[in-house]
């Protein structure tokens, strides 16, 4: 990777494309990946590079939702592996809920090596690189999926998703938990609770929620979710990001 002065004033910015290059260079995350990366950047940029209101509140609630679920599955692709293997690790122990490699363009020599990437993290248990069932109407690769993984979940976490697969898992009765910077996507439209954020950033939100407030399976989750609100989230983002851009002298 090249080494960016951390005085730099883009530093963050710069080092996320320093991975994600590496990433390429690795073998873990696609080409396809960089024009992904470049759309969320630009969100990102409108967003101020920060964790707005909504996104918190957002937050707040995928992290009861994820302390309160019997099955949680963490879904990795090749973007999240390359920004935030080590912090999908550490949630995956802190909540004690199994990752799955699961990839839209899909070849089985990127599984195995996001596969061993999250091990080589620290990771106890990783589906994806054998799977054995199917999400129906999902005709491309994401639809593989693994029977004890994502298939029998009750709640997946899936960053920088699909706007069909999260559809098909939210048909299957599943609560779908994404992070994604566009608040416009169809995967925001349609997840349960959709945090408008970078996923490095989601990421570490959750966990130190989690942490601070020692959360456990017994959280109150049905008032929480009986008062939320996906689409005012994702309207009260696109509210805060046009509001602060008003108000930015060029
Ligand atoms: O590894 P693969 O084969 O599964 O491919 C992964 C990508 C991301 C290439 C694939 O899933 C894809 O094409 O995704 P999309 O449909 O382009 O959606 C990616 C979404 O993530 C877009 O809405 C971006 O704005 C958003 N995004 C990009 N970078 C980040 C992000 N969201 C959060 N944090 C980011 N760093």
Same mark, same amino acid.
């Given at each position: 990777m090249m080494e960016i002065p951390k005085s730099h004033p883009r530093y963050e910015s710069l080092m996320r494309r320093e991975k994600l290059v590496a990433g390429i260079e690795a073998g873990i995350t696609s080409m396809q990946g960089l024009i992904a990366h470049g759309r969320g950047e630009a969100f990102d940029y409108l967003i101020g590079e920060r964790t707005?209101?909504?996104?918190l509140q957002a937050t707040e609630v995928a992290a009861a939702i994820l302390c309160d679920a019997n099955k949680p599955v963490l879904s990795v692709n090749g973007n999240v592996a390359a920004l935030a293997s080590p912090e999908m690790v550490a +949630? =995956? $122990? +802190?909540i004690d809920a199994p990752l799955e490699v699961n990839i839209f363009y899909r070849t089985e020599a990127r599984v195995k090596r996001i596969k061993e990437l999250l091990m080589r993290s620290g990771a106890k248990r990783v589906f994806g690189d054998m799977p054995d069932a199917r999400l129906e109407g999902i005709d491309h690769a994401r639809g593989l999926v693994s029977h004890d993984g994502i298939y029998t979940a009750d709640v997946v976490l899936a960053p920088l998703e699909d706007g069909d697969r999260c559809e098909a898992l939210i048909a299957m009765g599943k609560k779908v938990i994404t992070i994604d910077l566009n608040p416009l996507s169809r995967? =925001? $439209?349609y997840a349960t609770v959709s945090i408008v954020d970078d996923v490095q950033r989601a990421l570490r939100n959750i966990i130190? *929620? *989690?942490?601070? %407030? %020692? +959360? =456990? $399976? %017994?959280a109150d989750l049905d008032s929480i979710l009986a008062n939320y609100d996906n689409r005012k989230i994702l309207k009260a983002a696109i509210n805060e990001i046009a509001e602060r851009l008003v108000n930015l002298e060029p």
């Open positions: 707005m209101d909504s996104a +949630l =995956s $122990r +802190l995967t =925001s $439209r130190k *929620i *989690i942490e601070d %407030n %020692n +959360l =456990s $399976r %017994n």
